[in-house]
């Protein structure tokens, strides 16, 4: 039998995370403090983990995984498989390309997410906080907060932009479900909120507002802490762990990708299984390429610039060297709501700038994007995120692409989500 699902056992599960900034082939540009205002730098020092921050600076090539962690992964469901995707090949009348997609969709609450969740559910913990403060657009970033907060016994204060609290009534029940305090932001909770509700009683609100509210909490409440889903090193260290899961799955598999392929809003996803391997290339222990798959919505790496720019919208954060459209573009929306992002992180603009990462943006009426997931869904059986139907996408135009050439190659996609919560978005965009 031609195996196509390859497990790792659980005592194999990684004991390192992996940090590609030493390996970069220049120093990675540092965060600077704007020219107005107070320091930034002093802001997140008082918000954020202790040890998130620490992690952010590191130049350790391999941090530990704390064992507490490694159980609470397995307690998740990590590892993960690594699936060959045979029937989408056949579909796809591939001969020469070999697909393999990467299961992150297998993840209590639909995403990736809880990689870096979970961590700094912990480290908060740990560091005597009571309380996990944070914002959410799409709603997945607040689902996995929650979970972690809930495993690990702490308080969850969810500020979620009002446009779509008030829709996805699934989301907002898991997150209750889980026993988060989830408010429609703008919200009664914070001065900001007030004020703008004052103006407008019904103020749809917008994630930067959603991230002022959060971080004014967390300032006021000093055993809480604010909590970054994904953009920022530390939340891309926390990934690494599907990239090695993936390089061990290869090894069982005795295959190796020439192309790994994955969604990017911020870049935590695509960072997670990418870096680990881009690591490898740096040192020159493997050949392989990047491709990261965008919406002209949000195409940052594609469209932006490589320059200083804030991480969110209201300006609390340090400057950091990003492809930035801009932290004050308008987005036109998607479904895909969370690959809606201004900038990518910063590690991965580094390899971008290096030509090591590539990217590609598809039209934001997202028809080639569904297509996609729909045929995905009826070939593997697995219905996926919106966010992850990019990779398959672009996997999928890659295959096409070798195999006309009549290249050989073997291609890994990332699943970062499963499209449960969804199917509003595939019922309205496959028109049924
Ligand atoms: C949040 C999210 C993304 C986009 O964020 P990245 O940081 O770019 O990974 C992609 N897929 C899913 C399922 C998500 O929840």
Known sequence: MEKNQFSLPVDELPTKWF????????????????????????????????????????????????EEIRELYIQAGRPRPLYRAKRLEKYLKLKKVRLYYKRED???????????????????????KTTLVTETGAGQWGSALSYAASIMGLKCVVFWVRAVYDWKNERRTLMKLLGAEVHASPSKETS????????????????????????????????SVYCLGSVLNHVLLHQSIIGLETIKQFEIADDSPDLIVGCLGGGSNFGGIALPFAGEVLQKKRECKFLAAQSQAAPNLVKGEYRYDFGDVAEHTPLLKMYTLGHKTDMVPIKADGLRYHAAAPLISALRHHNIVKAVAYPADEKAIFEAAKIFLQTEGWLIAPESSYAVRAGIDEALKAEKAGQEKVICMNISGHGFLD????????EF
Not at 208 to 220: D, H, P, R, T
Not at 425 to 430: D, M, N, P, S, T
Request: net charge negative.
């Open 423 to 430: 199917l509003v978005a595939y019922k309205e965009k496959l």
């Open 106 to 128: 297998l993840s209590p609450t639909g995403s990736h997410k809880v990689n870096t969740a979970l961590a700094q559910a912990y480290y908060a913990a740990k560091e005597g």
């Open 19 to 66: 940090n590609i900034i030493p390996h970069l082939p220049e120093p990675l540009p540092p965060p600077k403090e704007p020219e107005n205002g107070p320091s930034r730098m002093d802001f997140l020092g008082k918000t954020m983990v202790h040890e998130c921050l620490k992690q952010e600076m590191s130049t350790d090539p391999w941090i530990p995984i704390p």
């Open 192 to 223: 900001i909120g007030r004020t703008l509700l004052a103006q407008n009683a019904n103020h749809q609100g917008s994630l930067g507002i959603a991230v002022s509210e959060g971080l004014e909490y967390a300032e006021k409440h000093s055993d």
